[in-house]
């Protein structure tokens, strides 16, 4: 009798093989209507297809997270320029050699802001610590952009623990690499905005936001008003660095003028200390640390 097909079989990457061998003899590759649809760049690159794309986006990382146990997450942002205190002093000392004023400001700058480093990547090797000692269910682990600076910090210090980490990173025009500290089976590229913000929320148990520019704002106010409007589950939003973040925004002017209520200013708080930023996250879900 004929023995069962196996039904792991994967027969299918035969045209991926037949792409990557296309690739590799340096041929430019040619509209080819004959060509399997799912291995069709050209085809899958249209803009009718921008809605099938929106779907992988959403189900490769989905699938990978899942596979590798990743079902609660700690989000850490911050700005991509930040630098460890040694390399940031490096480059005053380069800056100073220049005579560059510019460049001695944005240097003293960053060993100003040194400390944001220290305490992203302590924060990240205590919420690894904790759950190596959970059951894999309870585990936290952290997500960031995948970046450099605050982002490479957070990853670095569950990477210190040994710990799996995830980095969403984003293709940019100025091509941004993963830090080398993302585990290389949690690190993703994406694409579209919307579809990594998406993924920074759906597995986010809590939100730690360090001093960041535009970007930073922006997935701290998505999340805000994602919470605020009842879209998503609350969850802590730590702001660390109180004197940046209130320098930086009078929210007391929302609820002066109206435009949100004096409890909305309750969705977020205030931190200073890695450890107190961690605390809060316990106490929020009854854990013990």
Not at 39 to 63: C, S, Y
Request: charged share 25%.
């Amino acid at each position: 009798m004929e023995a069962t097909q196996d039904l792991n079989e994967r027969r299918l990457a035969d045209a991926w093989a037949e792409l990557q061998t296309h690739a590799n003899e340096g041929l430019p590759l040619q509209a080819d209507a004959y060509r399997l649809a799912f291995a069709d760049p050209e085809f899958l690159l249209r803009r009718e297809t921008r809605g099938i794309r929106f779907q992988l986006e959403m189900l490769k990382p989905d699938l990978a997270q899942r596979d590798a146990g990743i079902e609660n997450t700690i989000v850490v942002f911050g700005s991509a320029r930040f630098r460890e205190a040694s390399e940031a002093q490096e480059q005053l000392v380069r800056a100073e050699r220049s005579g560059d004023a510019r460049e001695i400001a944005r240097a003293t700058a960053m060993v100003r802001n040194a400390h944001y480093y220290t305490h992203a990547r302590e924060f990240a090797r205590t919420v690894a610590r904790y759950s190596a000692k959970c059951d894999k269910a309870e585990q936290l682990f952290i997500c960031t952009g995948g970046g450099p600076g605050i982002m490479e910090a957070a990853n670095r210090g569950a990477h210190d623990e040994g710990a799996p980490n995830v980095g969403l990173n984003i293709a940019l025009p100025h091509e941004q690499a993963a830090n080398p500290y993302v585990s290389p089976e949690l690190s993703f590229k994406f694409h579209y905005f919307a579809l990594r913000k998406m993924h920074f929320m759906m597995r986010a148990k809590a939100l730690l936001a360090f001093p960041g520019g535009f970007g930073t704002l922006d997935e701290l106010f998505e999340v805000i008003t994602l919470v605020q409007c009842k879209k998503a589950k609350p969850v802590p939003i730590l702001l660390f660095g109180s004197d940046y973040w209130k320098r930086l925004i009078n929210l007391e002017v929302l609820v002066e003028e109206g435009t949100i209520s004096p409890e909305d200013l309750n969705l977020f708080k205030y931190v200073d200390d890695p450890q107190v930023a961690w605390e809060h996250i316990l106490r929020f879900y009854d854990l013990k640390g």
